[in-house]
């Protein structure tokens, strides 16, 4: 039986759904993106389906579920579509690794990469100090994924293969250059195994299609 589109609810220039999107590309799941305007995310009817009145959020037409926050989104899609276990580990260790690895995602990449953005970009002052506050915590979270790869000589995060918690990283990775400006370049030069596996990330066809798809969003102006 063939599955109905899930639609996802998006923002050109939000990281977090074009998470969810690179996992519904790699798995083959049809889906309809739906660009919202910042005003409306506050109301009805979107706040009926994500009280917090953030994206991303989505509705499964196959299940009925109407699902927000992006890490739930992710493991919703895991449980209900990979059925090959394409981009997960089922049991042992490797299970929960990948919970780990995704749960830093959630709680030490997003946040503090966001604040870098808020307080570089969009605050109504100057506050030096939580800029360098934020671009350092950048810098760890960085140096964290270095130190992993070089000390397991793997190619990927967990095991011997690409996993959600990989790609889980990507599209606030891709913001680092508008995050740190010219010192993006130093970050390169000092995390090797960092820079390699990005490029791993970067080049596989769902995250080039989902980068061409958000430029094409932001060029509409949502």
């Not at 810098?139 to 996993?163: C, E, F, M, N, P």
């Not at 993006?184 to 995390?191: C, H, T």
Request: charged share 25%.
């Amino acid at each position: 039986m063939s599955l109905k589109p899930i639609t996802l609810y998006s923002h050109a220039s939000g990281p977090n759904p074009w998470r969810v999107a690179i996992i519904l590309e790699e798995l083959g799941v049809p889906y309809e993106t739906k660009l919202m305007d910042f005003g409306d995310l506050k109301k009805e009817p979107f706040i009926s389906l994500n009280p917090n009145g953030r994206v991303p959020a989505i509705e499964d037409p196959n299940t009925g579920y109407k699902l927000f926050e992006s890490g739930a989104i992710v493991e919703y899609l895991l449980e209900q579509y990979d059925k090959n276990n394409k981009l997960q580990y089922t049991s042992g260790e490797e299970k929960y690794l990948a919970k780990s690895w995704a749960f830093f995602q959630i709680s030490g990449q997003g946040p503090y990469f966001g604040q870098k953005a808020w307080f570089t970009h969009f605050h109504h002052e100057k506050l030096p100090s939580a800029v360098e506050r934020y671009a350092n915590e950048i810098k760890r979270v960085t140096s964290v994924i270095d130190a992993h790869l070089a000390k397991t000589g793997k190619q990927y995060l967990v095991g011997d293969k690409i996993t959600y918690a990989d790609l889980s990283f990507v599209p606030w990775q891709q913001a680092v250059p508008f995050l740190l400006g010219e010192e993006a370049e130093k970050l390169e030069k000092d995390y090797p195994h960092y820079v390699a596996w990005n490029k791993r990330l970067n080049e596989r066809e769902s995250v080039k299609k989902i980068a061409a798809d958000k430029a094409k969003a932001m060029g509409q102006g949502q």
